[in-house]
């Protein structure tokens, strides 16, 4: 199993974002079963939960994104979305996507990270 994320990078604030987590080597049942979440990391700071999304559709988001962050997924994609709007300068970090499954070893349920840099 390998958890790639993708569509960081450089946007002025207040503008938007839309970051992917593509979950290979995972069958579509433990895909489906499992949880994702979004957390990122500030330079200096500890990893923090951004937002995650149960295997229901439950939806989970920090107060600091809420109204201007949502998750998503396309299970059929094996896939799950991050859409970052309004953005500022806060929400600079590597953001790291996660699968939470009892059938993925946790060292195989975290993603590399993908930039995201917020310009005032």
């Known amino acids: 199993v390998q958890v790639v994320e993708s569509g960081g990078g450089l946007v002025q604030a207040g503008g938007s974002l839309r970051l992917s987590c593509k979950v290979s080597?995972?069958?579509?049942?433990?895909?489906?079963?499992?949880?994702m979440a979004w957390y990122r990391q500030a330079p200096g700071k500890q990893r923090e939960l951004v937002a995650s999304?149960?295997?229901?559709?439950?939806?989970n988001l920090a107060d600091s994104v809420k109204g201007r962050f949502t998750i998503s997924r396309d299970n059929g994609k094996r896939t799950a979305y991050l859409q970052m709007n309004s953005l500022n300068d806060e929400d600079t970090a590597v953001y790291y996507c996660?699968?939470?499954?009892?059938?993925?070893?946790?060292?195989?349920?975290w993603g590399q990270g993908t930039h995201v840099t917020v310009s005032s």
């Open positions: 996660h699968i939470d499954s009892q059938y993925i070893r946790t060292e195989q349920s």
């Open positions: 080597g995972a069958i579509l049942s433990t895909f489906s079963g499992a949880s």
């Open positions: 999304v149960s295997p229901y559709g439950t939806l």
